[in-house]
Nanobody, 123 residues
Framework: QVRLVESGGGLVQAGGSLSLSCRMIGRTATNYIMSWFRQAPGKEREFVAAITRGDEIIDYVDSVKGRFTISRDGANNGVFLQMNSLQPEDTAVYCC????????????????WGQGTQVTVSS
């Protein structure tokens, strides 16, 4: 059974930082395009960041460029999302996802999803 397990969410003040982790169980994460999505209350799920196989391409939504960094976690077969300069509008449930196909921001193209971890940024 393939699972994605996120950790690292929490409550932080505006301007602070959090680091999210996603561990893939049952498959080798480096064989997949790994991405982070987020969903705020009352809003649609939004693509945040992706890293391709071989780390050739890293993609970010404009709103997080320069603040968030996605990277591979080789030790735990997963990915990290380092989030700096957090703002209240970053408040959401953050989910890790894995895609066997091509790089895409479309959630429907992803094969596996984690349950998500809550990130809350207070003003």
């Amino acid at each position: 059974q393939v699972r994605l397990v996120e950790s690292g969410g929490g409550l932080v003040q505006a301007g602070g930082s959090l680091s999210l982790s996603c561990r893939m169980i049952g498959r080798t994460a480096t064989n997949y395009i790994m991405s982070w999505f987020r969903q705020a209350p009352g809003k649609e799920r939004e693509f945040v960041a992706a890293i391709t196989r071989g780390d050739e391409i890293i993609d970010y939504v404009d709103s997080v460029k320069g603040r968030f960094t996605i990277s591979r976690d080789g030790a735990n077969n997963g990915v990290f999302l380092q989030m700096n300069s957090l703002q209240p509008e970053d408040t959401a449930v953050y989910c890790c996802a894995a895609n066997w196909g091509f790089k895409t921001r479309a959630a429907a193209e992803y094969d596996y999803w984690g349950q998500g971890t809550q990130v809350t940024v207070s003003s």
